[in-house]
T-cell receptor, first 114, second 112 residues
């Protein structure tokens, strides 16, 4: 069973609206990530956090912002959504096995901006 | 720059027809190579981590192998429930906190 939860699973909103995608994990992982994935394309890292009050931008430029006030919670916010933000957003957390990060993903939030 | 290339992009098999998926990579200091399975509309599900050339891991009908330049995911006698997109990712760098680079995936369809 998944120990990382994303809400909402699906969201359709109009241009200019503010949205927050929620992500929570119950595994006590310090590292958490947000990936963006378009259909048939690879995952692109947009934000990551290595612990409370630590956030960094990823490899793909994004207009979204994140916060990490609690270990288990890593929400992503878009202040003013645009059609170009339409995508699937995947949250993940990780723990180390023999020096390598093993990611556990949530089910994803599919965002459509009209 | 780390690169991951998966082939083929799509593969259609008959039930019971064994085959292999390829993941070629270029990284500086491989820390781990990962295989994930992703079903439509869901997040990727972890399958394997391989750490060094020559390593092999198995899970049911899947077997992952690793060389210094590529990894193979062998599927033996696949069933329709094996249909999914299979993603390969690498973690590189000297620190264990390095991020993962993903390939575009191979979409596998197994027909009954």
């Amino acid at each position: 069973e998944a120990d990382i939860y994303q809400t909402p699973r699906y969201l359709v909103i109009g241009t200019g609206k503010k949205i927050t995608l929620e992500c929570s994990q119950t595994m006590g992982h310090d590292k958490m990530y947000w990936y963006q994935q378009d259909p048939g394309m690879e995952l692109h890292l947009i934000h990551y956090s290595y612990g409370v009050n630590s956030t960094e931008k990823g490899d793909l430029s994004s207009e979204s912002t994140v916060s990490r006030i609690r270990t288990e919670h890593f929400p992503l916010t878009l202040e003013s959504a645009r059609p170009s933000h339409t995508s699937q957003y995947l949250c993940a957390s990780s723990e180390l096995y023999s020096g390598a990060n093993v990611l556990t993903f949530g089910a994803g939030s599919r965002l459509t901006v009209l | 720059e780390d690169q991951v290339t998966q082939s083929p992009e799509a593969l259609r098999l008959q039930e019971g027809e064994s085959s292999s998926l390829n993941c070629s990579y270029t990284v500086s200091g491989l820390r781990g190579l990962f295989w994930y399975r992703q079903d439509p509309g869901k997040g990727p599900e972890f399958l394997f981590t391989l750490y060094s050339a020559g390593e092999e891991k198995e899970k049911e009908r899947l077997k992952a192998t690793l060389t210094k330049k590529e990894s193979f995911l062998h599927i033996t006698a696949p069933k329709p429930e094996d249909s999914a997109t299979y993603l390969c990712a690498v973690q590189a760098g000297e620190t264990s906190g390095s991020r993962l680079t993903f390939g575009e995936g191979t979409q596998l369809t197994v027909n009954p």
